[in-house]
Nanobody, 126 residues
Framework: QVQLVESGGGLVQAGGSLRLSCAAS???????????MGWFRQAPGKAREFVAS????????TYADSVKGRFTISRENANNTMYLQMASLKPEDTAVYYC????????????????WGQGTQVTVSS
């Protein structure tokens, strides 16, 4: 069993920055036991959307086109923690952000992610 807890969300003005964290834990969990960790987001009335993913093995990253050049995903294996540094935020980035894990490589399909956090709200005002 894996527990994921997101933090770092909040209210920010357009053009501002936020850093989200995702702390992973479990009785025998190690971040390298899952191949990929990812961030998704869901705005009211919209489908869950892939944001970024990172390999826990080699650090390889994948980003949605909408966030490329503005968001940076990273991880600290020693602390079982993943981060999402968000810069140049836009009102359309407003959503609940979720972290998740998958045993697959770099998939953007939320159906292949098996463990999810509870989400953290990010609100960007114009």
């Amino acid at each position: 069993q894996v527990q994921l807890v997101e933090s770092g969300g909040g209210l920010v003005q357009a053009g501002g920055s936020l850093r989200l964290s995702c702390a992973a834990s479990g009785r025998t969990f190690s971040i390298t036991s899952v191949r990929t960790m990812g961030w998704f987001r869901q705005a009211p009335g919209k489908a869950r959307e892939f944001v970024a993913s990172i390999s826990t093995i080699d650090g390889g990253t994948t980003y949605a086109d909408s966030v490329k050049g503005r968001f940076t995903i990273s991880r600290e294996n020693a602390n079982n923690t993943m981060y999402l540094q968000m810069a140049s935020l836009k009102p359309e980035d407003t959503a609940v952000y979720y972290c998740a894990t998958t045993p697959y490589w770099a998939t953007q399909n939320h159906r292949y992610y098996d463990y999810w956090g509870q989400g953290t709200q990010v609100t960007v005002s114009s």
